[in-house]
């Protein structure tokens, strides 16, 4: 049996055969659009309930889950059915509660100063998966709403296409998301990014720069040597035209790395002919990676170059630092297990199954 929100609307009504035909969609919209585990479906019959909760189990079994920020800040650790570990992290800002989710328990892609790279790929997450962290995270929000869902936990969204776009889809159409607040965030994976373009809901797009020269981000962020800066950045002037959407870029400060006064000039030739909005962090720290963030006083004067350049930037507060739930520091231990994609860690380009060429 599929995950609860993996079923389709078909296997759905397949499950109650025999139930008068409105159940499907009294359970559907349960799970959807009410966020409800079936056995607080009241308007359900007490054995029906019953029956459907025994039948859908949670994908999602809780290991741990922790708080920071002063109760603003949310992670959990999930196992998954065959011992996977993702982490999930919810945060309460003023203006609007936003979930960050895993895509893929660990990631392919390699990424030096960043955790989940660090570990390694073990799978891609199903649709259902995918969904059911942003129905936990609806349930934890509650009285408040959760408004936003970004993509940016563990694993890369594009090298999982099918089963992002499947989640994107269910969360806009079922739970009434609204496009324009939910972010999906790569690393650079341009054959996606093209075929992002095509899909008809215009969500956010967050680009992982980090440099903006390719001898540097093909250091840094490996993919960058299947697909450099120039071919992301016509991917991304492809997506903007097509969706109207403002592009994002993320640019992780890293000491003495990427935060001086040339790498500023390098990132403002890259944003200001995409019209895009850079966000900026301190790089967080990770294990195997010996180099901090750039102090705060660097942060501010990078962001004044940006802007004396005519690029839009942010300073993002980092969350969840002191439980590893900031950005790049998601790392559930996962017992290992031998793949296709451990064996081949060092050559990402092979593990993009989901994404194909056009
Ligand atoms: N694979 C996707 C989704 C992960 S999002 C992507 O790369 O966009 C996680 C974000 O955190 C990315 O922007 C990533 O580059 C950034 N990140 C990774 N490690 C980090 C670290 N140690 N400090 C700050 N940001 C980090």
Redesign the pocket.
Known sequence: MPAPYDLTREQLAALLDGEPAYRSRQVWEGLHARVQRPEDMTELPAALRETLEAALPPALREISRRTADGGQTTKWLWALDDGARVETVLMHYADRVTVCVSTQAG?A?A?Q???TGQAGFRRHLTEGEIVEQVAVATLEARPRRLSNVV???M???LANYDRVWGAVVRLHRDMGLSARHLTL???GLVPGIRRLATEALPVNL???L?AANDALRDELVPINRRYPLAAVAAACAEYVAASGRRLSI?W?LIDGVNDRGGDAAELADFARPLGAHVNL?P????PG?PVV?SPPDRVRRFRDQLVALGVNATIRATRGADIDA????LAAATPPVVTEAAVSGSDPVRLLHGVRGR
Request: aromatic share 10%; with cysteine; proline share 6%.
């Open positions: 990631c892609m990424c100063f960043c955790a993509f940016m936990g694993g890369e969204p965030s790569t690393v967050a680009v992982s980090h993320e992780a962090i790089l967080n720290p990770t990676y963030g900031a950005c790049g520091q």
